[in-house]
C-alpha cells in the first residue's frame, strides 16, 4: 500500500477545505478513468493507471476523429492550434502549481503558436509541382500519415513538442504521458481549445506497459517513441512496429526542446501524394 | 421574381468621429489639409480625413526608420505574436469594419462580411505564422527584411489590400507607411486603432491618407527602400519609372482585363454563376475581373440567354442590404470613366443590353451590362472599364481562345470552363496570366499567391511567394 507523501495540517488551520482535482485518462474527448479500474500514486495523487484496453479504446478514438480532423481545413486547424495557445497563456498558474517553470511555459505556449503557423505551410515547404518529362500536370502533396502512437517525454515541453507537430497536419494521438498531471492539466486545455474530442488521446500510466499495445496495433499507422529512454525497450517497439510497417521516430539522447524543432517532427508523420493528370486537347 | 422585404445591416456599430487626423508613430495627429470623404451609395460625407502634406509623409517615413532597427531585430516569433493579435482582433471587429467598408466603398454588405473581412483577418492570420519560419520558406538560409516599405492601396478592396500589403511586411520584419486611396481612407484608420490596440510598437505600421500627390512624395521618398502599389497601370508605370535608378525594390499589381474561356462541353449553369461572379463581383471594381467573356460559337446562344435571365435577378442597390447583389459604383469620377466607355462600346457597334433594373437617386450607380458582338479591336474589349461591364467574344477552337485570351496587354487572370480536365490543363499552359481559375472565379485564399504578368505588374502577392517582395 502506498503512502501519501502529503502531511495533514492540524484542524485549527483549516478555514476551507480545498476540492482537489481527480486525474484521469483523456480519451474521445471525454475524461474516463481506466477500464481496470487501476490508479498509482503521484506526488500524492491517485492518478488513473491506463490499461491495454485503454489504449485500445483510445486508438478507436482516435481512428474515429481523425478523417474530420484531416478534413478540416489547414486554416482552421492552425486556428485551433492557436486557441491551445491562447488557453495555456491563461492557466498559466495552474502548471506553475504542478512545478513547471514559467520559462518553460512560455516555451509552451510559443511552441503552440509555431505549430499553429506549420498548418497551411507544410504543404508549400513539403510538397510542389513536378516538371515531368511529359504532358502532364503533376503535383505532390503531403497528407497526414493516420494516427500516432506516441510515447512521449516527461517533460509538459517535450510532451506539446511531440503532440503539437503530429496534430497539427492532420494526425490524430494517442499519447502515454510520464508526467500525468501536466499531461491531464494539458487535456483540460485541449478540451477547452476547440480541439475535436479523439484527435488526442492522452494516456497516465506506465510507458513500457503500455508501448507495446500501440507497438504491435494494427490500426496505428505511426509510432514516437521520443520518450522511450530504455535503448533496449525503443528497439522492441521499433521491432514490434515491423509488424504494420508504422513509421517510427526513434529517441534521440539528450534532445533539447528548447530549440528550433525544425520540419522534422512534422514531416516524419506525413505521407506525400503525387497526382498526375494529362495535359491536351 | 420574389420581393424582398428589406434587411438592412444596422450601421450604428461602426462609432464614426466627424474627422480623423494622420496616424504617424503610434498617434493620430492633425493635418493642415484636410478632404471630405463620401459614402458613394448616398453621397453623404462620411468623415474629414488629413490631407498629408510631403512634410507628413517625411514624419511618417522617418518613424518607420526609427521603429525598424527594434522591429527587425525582434524575433520572428515574437513579431508572429503582435501578428496573431493583429488577425485575431480584426475577426473580433469583423462586423464594425465591414461596414464600414461598404460605408465607405459602396460594396455590398454580404461581400465585405463575408469574402473582405475573413481574407483580411487569415491574411494576417497566415503571414503571422510565417515571421519565424522565414528561413524554410526558401529564400535563403538567412533572408532579412529591406526597411521601410512605401505602400500605395486602391479603394476597390480597401482593407483587404491593406492587409496583402502589411502583413507580409511586417512578417519578415520591414516597417511600413501605407497611403490608402482617397475615396477609402477609412478601413486603414479603423485598422491603425488595431494596432494600438495590440499594442503594436510606434511607427512599426504609419498611415499617411491623402490623393495622387501623397501617394507620389511617398513612393518617391529617398528613405523608403521598397515601393509596393496596387492600382492602374498607368500609375504603375510612372512609380517604375521614378523607382528607376534609385535602388528601391518594387512590386507592382495593375489592371487587367481577363477572359473568362466557356468551351461547349461546360456545365452552363455553372458556367453562368461563374461568370455573373466574374464580372460583377465588388461592382467588376475588380483588376482580375472576368470582364471579357469568350464563349465557345456552338453554345453561345444558349449561355447567354441563360446569362441574360440570371442577370436578371441581380439585386443593384442599399450595399447595407443584406439582399444586395451590387452596390454602389466607389466614386463620380469611376461613374462617368464606366459610362464613357460603355458609350464608346455602342457607337463602336457593339450591342448593349442590361436587365430592366431600377436604380436609386442618389448616389453612385450603374446597371450590370452586357455588349455581345465585340470584336478584339473594340475599346471595350481592350480598355480596362472597371465597373459591371461585359464584353462577350465567340470563338471556334481551343487555338483561337488561347489567341484571343493572350491578345491584351495584361496578364493578370483568366477563367477556363469545361468538363475535360486535361483541355483545362492545357489551355491553362498556354495562357499567359498569373492566377488561372478553372471551373470557378475570383476565389483567394492567403497561401495562394497572387500578381500578373505582363502589364498587368510583378512580384506575387500571398502565399509563400508573396515574401519574396519584401526580404533581401
Same mark, same amino acid.
Given at each position: 500500500?502506498?503512502?501519501?507523501?502529503?502531511?495533514?495540517?492540524?484542524?485549527?488551520?483549516?478555514s476551507?477545505?480545498?476540492?482537489?482535482?481527480t486525474?484521469?485518462?483523456?480519451?474521445?474527448?471525454?475524461?474516463?478513468?481506466?477500464?481496470?479500474?487501476? #490508479?498509482y500514486?503521484v506526488?500524492?495523487?491517485?492518478?488513473?493507471?491506463?490499461?491495454r484496453?485503454?489504449?485500445?479504446?483510445?486508438v478507436?478514438?482516435?481512428?474515429?476523429?481523425?478523417?474530420?480532423?484531416?478534413?478540416?481545413?489547414?486554416?482552421n486547424?492552425?486556428?485551433?492550434?492557436?486557441?491551445?495557445a491562447?488557453?495555456?497563456?491563461?492557466r498559466?498558474?495552474?502548471?506553475?502549481?504542478?512545478?513547471v517553470a514559467?520559462?518553460?511555459?512560455?516555451?509552451?505556449?510559443d511552441r503552440w @503558436?509555431?505549430y499553429?503557423?506549420?498548418?497551411?505551410?507544410?504543404?508549400?515547404?513539403?510538397?510542389?509541382?513536378?516538371?515531368?518529362?511529359?504532358?502532364?500536370f503533376?503535383?505532390?502533396?503531403?497528407?497526414?500519415?493516420g494516427?500516432v502512437?506516441?510515447?512521449?517525454?516527461s517533460?509538459?515541453?517535450?510532451?506539446v513538442?511531440v503532440?503539437?507537430?503530429?496534430?497539427?497536419?492532420?494526425n490524430?494521438?494517442?499519447?502515454?504521458?510520464?508526467?500525468?498531471?501536466?499531461?491531464?492539466?494539458?487535456?483540460?486545455?485541449?478540451a477547452?481549445?476547440?480541439?475535436?474530442?479523439?484527435?488526442?488521446?492522452?494516456?497516465?500510466?506506465?510507458?513500457?506497459e503500455?508501448?507495446?499495445w +500501440?507497438?504491435?496495433?494494427?490500426?496505428v499507422?505511426?509510432?514516437?517513441l521520443?520518450?522511450?529512454d530504455?535503448?533496449?525497450?525503443?528497439t522492441?517497439?521499433?521491432?514490434?512496429?515491423?509488424?504494420?510497417?508504422?513509421?517510427?521516430?526513434?529517441?534521440?539522447?539528450g534532445?533539447?526542446y528548447?530549440?528550433?524543432?525544425?520540419?522534422?517532427p512534422?514531416?516524419?508523420?506525413?505521407e506525400?501524394?503525387? @497526382?498526375?493528370?494529362?495535359?491536351?486537347? | 421574381m420574389?420581393?424582398y422585404?428589406?434587411?438592412?445591416?444596422?450601421?450604428?456599430?461602426v462609432d464614426?468621429?466627424p474627422?480623423?487626423?494622420?496616424?504617424?508613430?503610434?498617434?493620430?495627429?492633425?493635418?493642415?489639409?484636410?478632404f471630405?470623404?463620401?459614402n458613394?451609395?448616398?453621397?453623404?460625407v462620411?468623415?474629414?480625413?488629413?490631407?498629408?502634406?510631403?512634410?507628413d509623409?517625411?514624419?511618417?517615413?522617418?518613424?518607420?526608420?526609427?521603429?525598424?532597427?527594434?522591429?527587425?531585430a525582434?524575433?520572428?516569433?515574437e513579431r508572429?505574436?503582435?501578428?496573431?493579435?493583429?488577425?485575431r482582433?480584426?475577426q473580433?471587429?469583423?462586423?464594425?469594419?465591414a @461596414?464600414?467598408?461598404?460605408?465607405?466603398?459602396?460594396?455590398p454588405?454580404?461581400e465585405?462580411?463575408?469574402?473582405?473581412?475573413p481574407?483580411?483577418?487569415?491574411h494576417f492570420?497566415y503571414?503571422?505564422?510565417w515571421?519565424d519560419?522565414?528561413?524554410? &520558406?526558401g529564400?535563403?538560409s538567412?533572408p532579412?527584411?529591406l526597411?521601410?516599405?512605401g505602400?500605395?492601396?486602391?479603394?476597390n478592396?480597401?482593407?483587404?489590400?491593406?492587409?496583402?500589403?502589411?502583413?507580409?511586411?511586417?512578417?519578415?520584419?520591414? #516597417?511600413?507607411?501605407?497611403?490608402p486611396?482617397? #475615396?477609402?481612407?477609412?478601413s486603414?484608420?479603423?485598422?491603425?486603432?488595431?494596432?494600438?490596440q495590440?499594442?503594436?510598437?510606434?511607427g512599426v505600421?504609419?498611415i499617411?491618407t491623402?490623393?495622387?500627390?501623397t501617394?507620389?512624395?511617398?513612393?518617391e521618398?529617398?528613405?523608403?527602400?521598397?515601393?509596393?502599389?496596387?492600382?492602374?497601370?498607368? @500609375?504603375?508605370?510612372?512609380?517604375?519609372?521614378?523607382?528607376a535608378? #534609385?535602388?528601391?525594390r518594387?512590386?507592382?499589381?495593375?489592371g487587367?482585363?481577363?477572359?473568362n474561356?466557356?468551351?461547349d462541353?461546360?456545365?452552363?449553369?455553372?458556367?453562368?454563376?461563374?461568370?455573373?461572379?466574374?464580372?460583377?463581383?465588388?461592382?467588376?471594381?475588380?483588376?482580375? &475581373?472576368?470582364?471579357r467573356?469568350?464563349v465557345?460559337?456552338?453554345?453561345?446562344?444558349? +449561355?447567354?440567354s441563360?446569362?441574360k435571365?440570371?442577370?436578371?435577378?441581380l439585386?443593384v442597390?442599399?450595399?447595407?442590404?443584406?439582399?444586395t447583389?451590387?452596390?454602389?459604383?466607389?466614386?463620380?469620377?469611376?461613374?462617368?470613366?464606366?459610362?464613357?466607355?460603355?458609350?464608346?462600346?455602342?457607337?463602336?457597334?457593339?450591342?448593349?443590353?442590361?436587365?430592366?433594373?431600377?436604380?436609386?437617386?442618389r448616389?453612385?450607380?450603374?446597371?450590370?451590362t452586357?455588349?455581345?458582338?465585340?470584336?478584339q479591336?473594340?475599346?471595350?474589349a481592350?480598355?480596362?472599364?472597371?465597373?459591371?461591364?461585359?464584353s462577350?467574344?465567340?470563338?471556334?477552337?481551343p487555338?483561337?481562345?488561347?489567341?484571343?485570351?493572350?491578345?491584351?496587354?495584361y496578364g493578370?487572370?483568366?477563367?477556363?470552363w469545361?468538363?475535360?480536365?486535361?483541355?483545362?490543363?492545357?489551355?491553362?499552359?498556354? +495562357?499567359?496570366?498569373?492566377v488561372?481559375?478553372?471551373?470557378t472565379?475570383?476565389?483567394?485564399?492567403?497561401?495562394?499567391?497572387?500578381?500578373?504578368?505582363?502589364?498587368?505588374?510583378?512580384?506575387?502577392e500571398g502565399?509563400?511567394?508573396?515574401?519574396?517582395?519584401?526580404?533581401a
Open positions: 500500500m502506498p503512502k501519501s507523501s502529503k502531511t495533514a495540517p492540524a484542524v485549527a488551520e483549516r476551507r477545505l480545498a476540492v482537489r482535482k486525474y484521469k485518462l483523456y480519451v474521445g474527448g471525454k475524461f474516463p478513468r481506466s477500464e481496470s479500474g487501476r #490508479t500514486l506526488d500524492g495523487d491517485n492518478v488513473a493507471l491506463a490499461s484496453k485503454d489504449a485500445r479504446d483510445a478507436v478514438a482516435a481512428r474515429a476523429a481523425q478523417p474530420k480532423w484531416a478534413g478540416a481545413t489547414a486554416y486547424r492552425g486556428q485551433v492550434l492557436y486557441r491551445v491562447e488557453m495555456i497563456e491563461a498559466r498558474a495552474e502548471f506553475a502549481a504542478l512545478g514559467p520559462v518553460e511555459v512560455d516555451a509552451v505556449i @503558436v509555431w499553429a503557423g506549420w498548418s497551411d505551410k507544410v504543404a508549400q515547404v513539403a510538397g510542389g509541382a513536378n516538371p515531368v518529362a511529359g504532358p502532364f503533376n503535383i505532390s502533396a503531403p497528407e497526414p500519415t494516427v502512437g506516441v510515447i512521449a517525454p517533460s509538459l515541453l517535450g510532451l513538442s503532440i503539437a507537430p503530429a496534430i497539427v497536419t492532420g490524430t494521438v494517442v499519447v502515454v504521458a510520464s508526467n500525468p498531471q501536466a499531461a491531464i492539466t494539458l487535456a483540460e486545455v485541449l477547452t481549445s476547440d480541439v475535436p474530442g479523439g484527435v488526442v488521446n492522452i494516456l497516465t500510466g506506465r510507458g513500457a503500455i508501448a507495446p +500501440l507497438a504491435s496495433h494494427d490500426d499507422n505511426a509510432l514516437d521520443s520518450g522511450v530504455d535503448a533496449g525497450l525503443a522492441e517497439l521499433e521491432r514490434a512496429a515491423a509488424g504494420t510497417l508504422k513509421r517510427v521516430l526513434r529517441p534521440v539522447s534532445v533539447d528548447t530549440g528550433d524543432p525544425g520540419t522534422g512534422m514531416t516524419a508523420l506525413l506525400i501524394k503525387t @497526382v498526375w493528370h494529362p495535359k491536351g486537347f | 420574389f420581393e422585404a428589406p434587411a438592412p445591416e444596422s450601421r450604428s456599430i464614426l468621429a474627422s480623423y487626423g494622420l496616424f504617424i508613430d503610434g498617434e493620430f495627429g492633425e493635418a493642415k489639409d484636410t471630405k470623404t463620401v458613394p451609395a448616398d453621397e453623404q462620411l468623415a474629414e480625413v488629413a490631407l498629408a502634406s510631403p512634410e509623409v517625411d514624419r511618417a517615413v522617418a518613424a518607420a526608420r526609427r521603429a525598424f532597427a527594434g522591429w527587425s525582434l524575433p520572428g516569433s508572429a505574436k503582435y501578428l496573431f493579435r493583429i488577425a482582433i480584426l473580433e471587429r469583423a462586423r464594425e469594419l @461596414v464600414l467598408e461598404s460605408l465607405d466603398n459602396g460594396k454588405i454580404r465585405s462580411r463575408d469574402v473582405d473581412l481574407l483580411v483577418a487569415a492570420f503571414y503571422a505564422g515571421a519560419k522565414l528561413k524554410y &520558406a529564400f535563403g538567412d532579412r527584411p526597411g521601410v516599405a505602400q500605395v492601396i486602391p479603394w478592396f480597401p482593407l483587404l489590400m491593406l492587409a496583402w500589403k502589411i502583413a507580409p511586411a511586417l512578417a519578415t520584419g520591414n #516597417t511600413v507607411v501605407l497611403k486611396a482617397e #475615396t477609402t481612407p477609412l486603414a484608420l479603423f485598422f491603425a486603432d488595431v494596432c494600438r495590440a499594442e503594436l510598437p510606434p505600421v504609419n499617411v491623402g490623393a495622387g500627390d501617394g507620389r512624395y511617398l513612393v521618398h529617398p528613405d523608403v527602400n521598397k515601393v509596393a502599389f496596387t492600382g492602374s497601370t498607368e @500609375v504603375g508605370r510612372q512609380i517604375a519609372r521614378s523607382v535608378g #534609385t535602388g528601391k518594387l512590386t507592382l499589381e495593375l487587367g482585363k481577363a477572359a474561356i466557356v468551351f462541353d461546360a456545365p452552363i449553369d455553372q458556367a453562368v454563376e461563374g461568370i455573373v461572379n466574374g464580372i460583377f463581383f465588388n461592382q467588376g471594381h475588380v483588376c482580375c &475581373a472576368g470582364s467573356l469568350l465557345q460559337e456552338s453554345i453561345a446562344e444558349e +449561355l447567354l441563360s446569362l435571365r440570371r442577370m436578371a435577378t439585386r442597390g442599399d450595399p447595407l442590404d443584406k439582399n447583389d451590387i452596390g454602389a459604383i466607389n466614386s463620380a469620377a469611376q461613374l462617368a470613366r464606366i459610362t464613357e466607355l460603355s458609350e464608346i462600346g455602342a457607337a463602336e457597334g457593339a450591342e448593349r443590353w442590361s436587365p430592366p433594373c431600377e436604380l436609386p437617386d448616389g453612385f450607380w450603374f446597371p450590370p452586357i455588349f455581345t458582338g465585340v470584336t479591336a473594340h475599346r471595350i481592350r480598355e480596362e472599364i472597371f465597373g459591371p461591364v461585359l462577350v467574344l465567340t470563338f471556334r477552337t487555338a483561337e481562345a488561347v489567341e484571343k485570351a493572350n491578345n491584351t496587354p493578370l487572370s483568366a477563367g477556363i469545361s468538363d475535360k480536365g486535361s483541355q483545362i490543363l492545357a489551355v491553362a499552359d498556354k +495562357l499567359r496570366a498569373g488561372v481559375w478553372a471551373n472565379f475570383n476565389k483567394f485564399d492567403p497561401t495562394s499567391p497572387f500578381g500578373g504578368y505582363k502589364e498587368s505588374g510583378y512580384g506575387r502565399g509563400r511567394h508573396g515574401l519574396e517582395a519584401y526580404l
